[in-house]
């Protein structure tokens, strides 16, 4: 897939450790895109257009993730993927941002919002992935297809071997679990993935956010540090169960946005719905 028609690419150096991966497009004040679990910024290539008729649009592939730094040894928790959104709005001296994720960029955007008062004004989350009680628990509510691959690369010796061994198909099939409508997830965006997946480290970086789970859960303890306002939305079949919703809604003290006919990928199903909401 293709970005340059979207925006300028570029690459910025954190330390010698991080790199990070981004696209910057149009004009007006900042808004700042993180991406969801498994994929990385060409999640966004249907709504990039759309928002920066109005927005300096940044879409950032977070710390491990795309073409992003992806050293080995790394815990790759949200307590780090937080840390690398931080460390590169600063570098790029970004204020007066809206923050917008989904999923694990869900969970970011608030983290990140609760650290940087003094430089984020609004804060749009998407469907975030703060309710894993195992490894890839969300991902594997999708499709029994989902839990048996990803049970499977949950187990100790044999599961980096799976991990690493995981095809096309595969990954749209788990993807395919995520969408709420008739919408397939486009071939230019798998053939992406697919070519991500063989950078070295990748296969070590994807099991590790899983084994990291809880600390996606940990983070809710964030939630109420927030001072931006806040829009909550939720696909209306998200992976997140009502209960999970609700404790999430209160911690932001905020009524969700419910968008008929998605799923947990929202952004990629209803960009145009998400875009007027972000407006």
């Known amino acids: 897939m293709r970005l340059d028609n979207l925006g300028q690419v570029a690459d910025l150096r ?8 981004y696209l910057r ?5 900042a808004l700042v895109l993180l991406h969801t679990i498994r994929t990385q910024l060409e999640y966004f290539a249907d709504i990039i257009p759309i928002l920066a008729n109005n927005h300096t649009v940044y879409a950032v592939d977070l710390l491990g993730h795309g073409h992003s730094s992806k050293p ?3 815990q790759y928790d949200e307590p780090y993927l937080r840390r690398g959104v931080i460390d590169t709005m600063r570098e790029l001296g970004l204020t007066d941002v809206t923050l917008v994720g989904e999923s694990i960029g869900g969970v970011l955007a608030l983290t990140v919002a609760s650290q940087m008062p003094e430089a984020v004004s609004r804060v749009v989350t998407s469907n975030p992935y703060d309710y894993d009680t195992r490894f890839a628990d969300g991902v594997r509510r999708g499709r029994l ?3 048996l691959i990803l049970g499977g690369v949950a ?3 044999i599961g980096p071997i799976l991990g690493a061994g995981e ?3 595969v990954t749209g ?3 395919q679990g ?3 409508g008739t919408r397939n997830v486009p071939d230019p965006l798998l053939d992406t993935f697919a070519a991500t997946r063989k950078e070295p480290g990748y296969p070590y970086v994807e099991r590790n956010v899983y084994q990291n789970w809880r600390s996606w859960g940990a983070a809710r303890e964030l939630y109420p540090a927030v001072r931006a306002p806040r829009t909550l939305i939720y696909g209306e079949r998200d992976w997140s169960r009502p209960a999970e919703r609700a404790r999430t809604a209160q911690a932001l003290g905020e009524k969700p946005v419910v968008v008929p006919d998605a799923g947990h990928f929202t952004c990629l199903e209803q960009p145009r719905r998400i875009a007027d909401i972000i407006g």
Do not use: E
């Open 155 to 157: 187990l100790p010796v």
């Open 72 to 74: 080995a040894g790394i």
């Open 167 to 169: 095809t096309r198909f």
């Open 25 to 29: 497009a149009g004009s007006g004040p």
């Open 173 to 175: 099939t788990i993807m």
């Open 178 to 180: 995520g969408l709420g």
């Open 14 to 21: 954190l330390d010698p450790a991080r790199t990070v991966h």
């Open 145 to 147: 297809f989902a839990n």
